[in-house]
């Protein structure tokens, strides 16, 4: 079987790894290492602007 993702659906799962890259990985061996969660990350996630901008 061959899938294929729709334009919207790449555009978001770009958007996504992105967000992931500049925002989750930078800290997360610390956070991982003191069992922490960062609400700033929480509320840039449920945001309803661009959380790139």
Do not use: H
Not at 16 to 45: C, H, Q, Y
């Amino acid at each position: 079987m061959y899938f294929q993702l729709s334009e919207e659906q790449e555009m978001m799962r770009k958007m996504v790894r992105e967000f992931a890259l500049n925002e989750i990985t930078p800290t997360a061996g610390i956070r991982d290492e003191e069992e922490s969660w960062d609400m700033g990350i929480w509320n840039k996630l449920a945001s309803d602007r661009d959380p790139m901008a």
